[in-house]
């Protein structure tokens, strides 16, 4: 028999080390996953790599997929830290978008100056505004925020969807059941081949390290994280506190929205997101909500979704490799973290041995 | 008597909890016929030696011995066959249930419940005992003493002839308390062996026959109660020679000056609408302790938290001439009201466990620097300075709170509650689970403050500490304020009658 032992505390550096591992055995799972599949594991991932960084043009794609998710990532970051499960990002990317959209088309005459930050603006609120409902739902009658986040996503997506097939329908597109597309002056600035929407993800990386490092409302939230009675304790408005959290994250996940719109698609569909709300929640927490480690993670995880396209195209292995490859990272190093705290020793004798220390 | 062979015997026991060495070499060994009491600050081992005894943990290593034959407890159920029963300081009871189901659940039997068989059965054992309890009653309905009873009658329910109690008195009144020790004599005639796990000395002297002293896991020793005294046993446990004198200074104009904090008519009800404050009114004045003494549960809690705004109360709260009823905590924390409550689990309110000392220390100040970034340079000054004051055992001031012990713990929190100056205390269970020493350490705070002028409001759980610590004790039970007595005119008894809810009886009885 085995039996589980709480173990003394690692040092720092045991920790990085074995998080390392857990990345080195998540990869050689995958390949083993891979050659089940039947192909050759070690051409799939140096395809993979070469799909994602091979040349100008899938740097340039990696980069595309990797704003959204960094975006999205710090935007359920804000939440997480408060112990909000927002798993409502997709939702709010999309009714982000829509803010967008709003803005675009009714206020089309505006110059490009003065129509993208309105876009922009309009996004934070309705994104921001999107996550209000469960976060009020929750203050006023404890709703779990998990459920009614989820379910908001497909509100919103089908809210998209009714957008495309009804009012926003583009009559010029022959019967064809798509959107119209933004004014010419709502495309997002490029700088060579990219859009900008990079140094708008980077800056707001910057913005929510100081928002949960140093300012009173990170300090709040991640007071209100941790023990909700102490913040009430303490004097903290906890109401306000969720509210104004919640705006943000919401408001992030928004801005994905409107990037995504006024980069690359100039328009808006029901798949725009490609599902990144969801895989952000795993970038969030494998960067453990730290927003600096989340630049590389969701580097990381773009490499994975544009080399797993590009294997679908050259090798004809399925891009959802990618997706498995994902999980299977997750699954390791969130199963490390077990191993951090307790190991497993050998034991003769039947056993349990994970209770506190009695007094 | 004392020559009698030894009945259980434990040898070399060493028992690791990560790097925790939580028994370590450790020697006990119980009578038939005895009370043994198994004497030790908090943290010394004593209650994981008993889980070992009544299967609950296993050793690493050391033998147990019962009747002179080895065991090895897989489980509780072992434990049990050998006839071993713990009674724990959480009782374990099912609280819809009656005593009788409650007693007799989880027993070998036929699949049809024989009502008429059980009740006879443990009818007799209480005869035997001199237990007292209604079998037929729902637990939810008894009292703290009803339901240990019921807790001890469901070990010798199950044939248990060597009887475990974990700390048994510490909810207790002081009637509650001889009720139980006439119990457990009686249990000693019976040739029963029985372990009561204290760390309280008066205790240990009225009850026991022989006491084994543990300090930091180790076993100091064993000794006849009789040849023994409270100071002897005292540097056993601690380890030095130390007074167990309370000091009460007696601060000029303290207990006639203004009051500070005038409550008046507080009530205050829970979630089901039940008042679990009725109609409270007291003063705390400038310069004093007022202690609270009542039954756990008896609305402490909400008495607290309705104080400083953390729950909807009627009635009025005047702090220096103004009502404070209503206002949100925020602004009653500037205002200068400080509360504290220690729960069983010694972080829930109060402190961040996640969060390192110095975010800990500006919890209630970081409002109070201007900009949108809080004053972390402050917090390491403040958090240094506390740190220092109160000798607060940490690597560094950015060590995380919940890697601390449980004392530097309570030393943070009170320290950074003293370190905002306020004009009146509000503290619950301070030196909860607490060490003799570090016990001693915030008497001493609380003291220097009120030498300051500072009004205390102190809500304890040993009425020996507020009888010594206290200038004027407050009784209440359930809800209700029984009588506000001056500590040094009063006796245990009175305290204890008065937390049953027994008004005015008190003079009489004593």
Redesign the interface.
Known sequence: MFKI?????LAEGRMFVLRILAVVFAIGASMAIIALLGHDPFKVMLEMIRGSVGSAYRIKETINKMVPLLTLSLGVCVAYKMKFWNIGAEGQFYMGAYGAGLVAFNFSHLPSYLLLPAMFAAGVLTGGLWALIPALLKAKWETSETLVTLMLNYVAIRWVTYLQYGPWRDPKAAGLPRMMHFPETADLPKIGSIHIGWIIALFLVIVIYFLIR??????EI??MG??P??A??????TFRILLVAIMISGGICGIAGVIQATGLEHSISPVLSSGLGFTAIITAWLSKLQPVTLVSVSFLFAMMLQGGNYLQSVMKVPSDVAGVIQGVILFFVLGSEFFTQYKIVRDK???E?T????? | MTDRAAYVQMEGICKTFGVVKANDQVDFSVRKGEIHALLGENGSGKSTLMNMLSGIYMPDSGSINIGGKPCHFHSPKDAIRHGIGMVHQHFKLVDILTAKENITAGMPGSFFIKNKGMTEAIGNIAKKYGLQVQADRKIYNMSVGEKQTVEILKVLYRGADILILDEPTAVLTPQETDALFNILRNMRRENCAIIIITHKLNEVMEISDRVTVLRKGQSIGTVNTSETNAKALTEMMVGRPMSLEIQRPAVTGGADSEPLLDVRDLTIENQEKIKVIQNVSFQVRRGEILGVAGIAGSGQKELCEGIVGLQKVSGKVIFKGEDLAGCKPGNIISKGISMSFIPEDRLGMGLVGGLDIVDNVLLKSYRKTKGLFVDRKQGVSMAESIVRRFDISTPGVHHQVSKLSGGNIQKVLLGREVSLNPSVIITAYPTRGLDIGASYNIYDVLNEEKKKGVGILYIGEDLDVLLELCDRIMVIHQGELMDILPASETTKEQLGLLMLGHRGEGADHV
Not at chain 1, 214 to 219: A, F, P, Q, V
Not at chain 1, 355 to 359: I, L, N, T
């Open positions: 032992i709480k173990r003394p505390p140093y300012s009173k409302l990170g300090y991640t007071v941790e023990n009675r102490t009430e304790y303490a004097g903290m408005n004798r039947q056993g041995e209770r506190k220390v009695g007094a």
